[in-house]
């Protein structure tokens, strides 16, 4: 268990698929919340980030204020980038794949929710590695990067420190297996308690 | 199933637990978008709330700005109210209580996920009704209103047109409910499939 605070840096973008960042984003800021309420206080920074530092609109048209621009962020711990539609432009948004490139190099994790693994596919990082992503774009990762070997049915992979996940809310799962191995897994499963994920399915019975 | 358009209200106010709203706006907007490519045209309006309209921070921290003001919205067909530590300030709010009521009269669901359902119980709207709310706020929801019968241990509870969701992911689980009841459960299923909504456990085996 690491107890030196951590710089988590989440990378939004016009069109990016709001619950896939949302979800991880809530993990880790309970996983802070448990953590603090047990008398530690040593919590992670949680960084939205954008290009520009200018708002987003999601892909469902949502709209967000980040936190900072690319300039202002150097290095983080934990880099996650979600997916969307938006990651069609962004995956060729040179400038942006600079950055992510500079950040992996340091990071302690490189992630990905659903279509984010084709920003690192398009930056050369999923090269002869695992890797996983939405269920309807796994044909579309495959040929990004022909040297990866691409994943289905899984939740989330981890190869090396590279962790990528499936679609949408799949980035909680895999936010909190991350959080079990920052902290503990005891602390995932509070985390997991604290925010209530457990789904039943849709077609459940009503009282 | 209706194919009427609906309008769907999420109020938000400073505070609001982030997840407890923009996994439920994820599904109605992942319904619509499945709903599209189908072929068909009618897709449901989500509007983001806020009392004046102004931008808000989440329990988290995340900042939102909102599509209206409560004063530019006189009905709705579906009223979301999501929880988080901003719900102990917005329940004694009396001049939102009252637009809760008021548009409470009019919609055909009105919905809470997690603590948001105290608002309803200070607003009065959960009198003789079966209600749910975050694990950790039963006790105070059934002090709010002695008048309501607090269920523990359901993901979500429907009393007549009151759909109360358990705490934070559970809305996700609610709003899929509700998705399954305004098309058809293999719409919502779809809806599901396309989010990935099937959560493994954090301490699941790694590849």
Redesign the interface.
Known sequence: MTTAPMKIGILIFDGV???DF??P??VF??SN?VFERQGNTVPDE?I?ISQDGQ?VVGA??????PDASIAEIGTLDVLLIPGGQGTRTEMVNQPLLDWVIKISAGATWVTSVCTGALLYAKAGLTRGK?VTT??GALELLAQTDNAATV?AN??Y???GNLVSA?????G??MA??L??QRFT?DH??A??R???????????A??
């Open positions: 698929e709001e619950l949302v979800g984003f809530e800021a309970m919340e949680i939205l708002p469902k048209g949502m709209k967000f204020t695992k939405h269920w994943l899984r939740r992979v981890r190869d499936a679609g949408v809310s799949a909680i799962d909190l297996w959080t079990g897994p995932a499963r985390t997991q604290a925010m209530e994920y457990d789904p039943a399915p849709p077609y459940s009503e009282v």
